[in-house]
């Protein structure tokens, strides 16, 4: 199981950008995916999950109202939608799930927001 995050760049204040998780070896039906972020010098945190089953969502509260979480499992997908970005969201953006009781993360994608 294999998860590919992508998305990421440099945007300025008040931008937007869709980061992407894309699984391989494994159907997204009854999953639950988050995303993560850490930004240099703080730990990672965790930002917004769903559940691939009901879309059940998850956020924290410093990303309600501009970050949405989605998914296509159609395309083994999942998506974050990240608008009104702020330089405090500038971090390496990270997808986790967890695959038979072991996590399975994606590569980071960079995510920098200038003021």
């Known amino acids: 199981v294999q998860l590919q995050a992508s998305g990421g760049g440099l945007v300025q204040s008040e931008g937007s950008l869709r980061l992407s998780c894309v699984a391989s070896?494994?159907?997204?039906?009854?999953?639950?995916i988050g995303w993560f972020r850490q930004a240099p010098g703080k730990e990672r945190e965790g930002v917004s999950c769903?559940?691939?089953?009901?879309?059940?969502?998850y956020y924290v509260d410093s990303v309600k109202g501009r970050f949405t979480i989605s998914k296509d499992n159609g395309e083994n997908t999942v998506y974050l939608q990240m608008n009104s970005l702020k330089p405090e969201d500038t971090a390496a953006y990270y997808c986790?799930?967890?695959?038979?009781?072991?996590?399975?993360w994606g590569q980071g994608t960079q995510v920098t927001v200038s003021s």
């Open positions: 986790k799930t967890q695959y038979r009781g072991a996590d399975v």
């Open positions: 070896g494994v159907t997204l039906d009854y999953y639950v």
């Open positions: 769903i559940s691939t089953s009901d879309g059940t969502t």
